[in-house]
């Protein structure tokens, strides 16, 4: 069964850091863009970041723009989120997810075909 597992979120204060991974398990995904999104308590999902397969071109929602990092390392078949700045607004679970192909517009990341099942990221002021 293929899956895609997330790690790295925890309780951290205002301003501190964070890095996410996800890396899947069962297969690899080669050629295939990465993303992260987010979820916090009683909003819908939201896009946060995606990056290509190669790792040249990436994408950011506007309210983390700045603050979050997108990375892979094909190597390792490991995306990272590194999350810098980290305010209460960014309290949510994150979800890792793939796809076959990437967009530069971060509107257009609403159907994935793998999903992760989340990591929690809560941040206290």
């Known amino acids: 069964q293929v899956q895609l597992v997330e790690s790295g979120g925890g309780l951290v204060q205002a301003g501190d850091s964070l890095r996410l991974s996800c890396a899947p398990s069962?297969?690899?995904?080669?050629?295939?863009?990465m993303g992260w999104f987010r979820q916090a308590p009683g909003k819908e999902r939201e896009f946060v970041a995606a990056?290509?397969?190669?790792?040249?071109?990436?994408v950011y929602a506007n309210s983390v723009k700045g603050r979050f990092t997108i990375s892979r390392d094909n190597a390792k078949n490991t995306v990272y989120l590194r999350m810098n700045g980290l305010n209460p607004e960014d309290t949510a679970v994150y979800y890792c997810?793939?796809?076959?192909?990437?967009?530069?517009?971060?509107?257009?990341?609403?159907?994935?075909?793998?999903w992760g099942k989340g990591t929690l990221v809560t941040v206290s002021l």
């Open positions: 069962g297969r690899t995904f080669s050629g295939y863009a």
């Open positions: 997810a793939t796809r076959s192909y990437y967009s530069a517009s971060p509107s257009a990341w609403s159907t994935m075909e793998y």
């Open positions: 990056i290509s397969w190669s790792g040249s071109s990436t």
